[in-house]
């Protein structure tokens, strides 16, 4: 990397944020690509800058967690949901937890969307927007009253113990760890292409041969299911 200008090494590198922000829905938000591609090249730059080699750590890695920390930053403080998105979430979260124990299962979308008085399209449209949370932030979306820490981590690796992991309590880590492997296959691998491969929507939607709106959906839905499952767990 010596010896290259550094508008150079950012030409170079522009492909790591193109990847970073096609991880992250924007439907919800009023921001367009193009806003948050600016402010992960700003990150990509901060990062450019930043780098210590004699750290032995790979620069893509490096520049990959700047470039997503810019971008996740601007997201937080300027891009959230609307208050009526959010009490539909809100609302969606209770209706669901009480047909649930009614029903003694888990409540299809149909009973779900009857109950609601909502119809299928509205009720995807939730899903997409618990997506473009956990695309955020993932970990609060799950623990909303938890300490920081890495489900990438986990998923990688369950018995990593980084500076990040720590942070959560040996609680939730187990009962994280255990929800995930209650998940279906598909929804494995969905979790694995998105956090572990860190593949793109476009990408997920290619290897599944579905749409990347549908791709949103089911990770919504997988969200909310990992939810459930360590309310039950931690009960």
């Not at 439907?27 to 450019?48: C, H, M, P, Q």
């Not at 210590?52 to 470039?67: G, L, M, Q, T």
């Not at 959560?168 to 187990?174: D, G, I, Y």
Request: hydrophobic share 35%; charged share 30%; no cysteine.
């Amino acid at each position: 990397m010596y010896g290259e200008k550094l508008e150079d090494k950012v030409v170079k590198y522009l492909p790591l944020v193109e990847k970073v922000v096609n991880r992250i829905s924007i439907k919800n938000s009023e921001y367009e690509y193009g806003d948050l591609y600016d402010t992960g090249v700003i990150g990509l730059i901060d990062a450019l800058q930043k780098f210590d080699n004699s750290k032995k750590v790979p620069f893509e890695s490096y520049a990959r967690i700047r470039i997503k920390g810019a971008i996740i930053d601007e997201v937080r403080q300027h891009a959230k949901l609307s208050r009526y998105k959010m009490a539909r979430i809100n609302n969606y979260y209770q209706v669901k937890q009480n047909l649930d124990q009614k029903l003694k299962r888990e409540a299809t979308d149909q009973e779900i969307a009857q109950e609601m008085g909502i119809s299928n399209t509205q009720l995807n449209e939730i899903y997409d927007g618990i997506h473009y949370l956990a695309s955020i932030s993932l970990e609060s979306t799950i623990f909303p009253q938890a300490d920081s820490f890495s489900l990438e981590d986990i998923l990688k690796d369950s018995k990593a113990q980084n500076g990040e992991a720590k942070l959560l309590k040996q609680e939730q880590k187990v009962a994280l760890v255990s929800a995930i492997k209650k998940l279906s296959q598909r929804e494995q691998l969905v979790l694995s292409l998105y956090y572990q491969q860190e593949a793109t929507l476009k990408e997920i939607s290619e290897i599944l041969d579905i749409s990347v709106a549908r791709v949103s959906q089911i990770h919504g839905k997988i969200i909310i299911k990992l939810r459930n499952l360590i309310e039950e767990d931690m009960k």
